[in-house]
C-alpha cells in the first residue's frame, strides 16, 4: 500500500509539471526578485506584458535646422482626429485609455483640433546627419527599476501616475503625476520607481539615427533614489 501510495506522489507530481511548465517554474523560483527592466518593441500580435517599458511608437530620418527643440504632446478625442492633425514629423499613439500625438520643433507650434499637454524642453541635440524620435510607454511597479543604461541623444518623460526618481551621475531627481522630466545624451541613468503606486510615463528618446535606441552602461548608481 505504502508503495502504490508513493507511486501515485510521484506521478501527481510529474502531472503537475507538465500542466504548469518549466516556464512557470521558473517565475515561481524567481519570486522576490525584479529583473531591470529595458524598453522593448513588441512585435504586432504579441500579447504585451502588464509590467515593462514598450516602444509604441517611431519617426526616422528627421533633420532639424536647431540645436534645441521642444517636445509637444497633445491628447485628441479619437486616432482619426489626431492622424488628420499629425504632420509628417509627427507620432500617434494609444495609450492609457487616450489618443497622443507629439511633435518636435520650436517653444512656439501650435497643433489645431487636441488638447495641449505639456511643451517639454528645450531638449538639446548631439549633432547629427539625421534623427530618430521614439515614443515608448513605460509600466512600473514600485521598487521596479531600469538597467543601468545611456541614450545616444536626449530623452524626455511625461508622467501619468506614480512617482519616479532618475539617479544620474551629477544628480537624483523625482517627478509625479503630470509633471516631466528631462536627461540630457550620453549621460548614465538609472529610474526606480518611488512611493508606492505603480508608475506609467510616457518616454520620448530623439537619438542619432545611425545608434540604437539606448546601449548598457557601467556606471555604478549610488542608490539615491532607493
Not at 81 to 103: H, Y
Not at 202 to 210: A, F
Request: hydrophobic share 40%.
Amino acid at each position: 500500500m505504502k508503495s502504490s501510495r508513493a507511486l501515485l506522489s510521484i506521478v501527481s507530481a510529474m502531472a503537475l509539471v507538465s500542466l504548469l511548465g518549466s516556464h512557470s517554474l521558473a517565475i515561481a523560483e524567481s519570486t522576490g526578485t525584479v529583473a531591470p527592466h529595458t524598453c522593448v518593441v513588441v512585435v504586432p500580435g504579441d500579447i504585451r506584458p502588464e509590467f515593462g517599458c514598450f516602444r509604441i511608437g517611431v519617426v526616422k530620418n528627421l533633420k532639424f535646422n536647431r540645436s534645441m527643440v521642444y517636445w509637444h504632446l497633445y491628447s485628441f478625442p479619437s486616432r482619426a482626429t489626431a492622424d488628420a492633425a499629425r504632420t509628417s514629423s509627427g507620432i500617434v499613439v494609444e495609450e492609457d485609455g487616450r489618443v497622443w500625438l507629439s511633435e518636435f520643433g520650436s517653444r512656439n507650434i501650435h497643433v489645431r483640433g487636441g488638447r495641449s499637454v505639456a511643451a517639454i524642453g528645450p531638449l538639446r541635440l548631439v549633432p547629427a546627419d539625421s534623427y530618430d524620435a521614439e515614443i515608448a510607454y513605460s509600466v512600473m511597479r514600485p521598487s521596479d527599476h531600469s538597467r543601468v543604461h545611456t541614450h545616444s541623444g536626449p530623452e524626455a518623460w511625461y508622467v501619468l501616475t506614480g512617482i519616479q526618481c532618475l539617479e544620474t551621475p551629477d544628480s537624483s531627481r523625482s517627478a509625479g503625476p503630470r509633471a516631466t522630466m528631462t536627461a540630457a545624451a550620453n549621460r548614465p541613468m538609472e529610474l526606480r520607481v518611488a512611493g508606492t503606486d505603480v508608475a506609467r510615463s510616457l518616454t520620448l528618446v530623439i537619438h542619432d539615427s545611425t545608434q540604437e535606441f539606448g546601449t548598457a552602461s557601467d556606471w555604478k548608481p549610488t542608490g539615491a533614489c532607493r
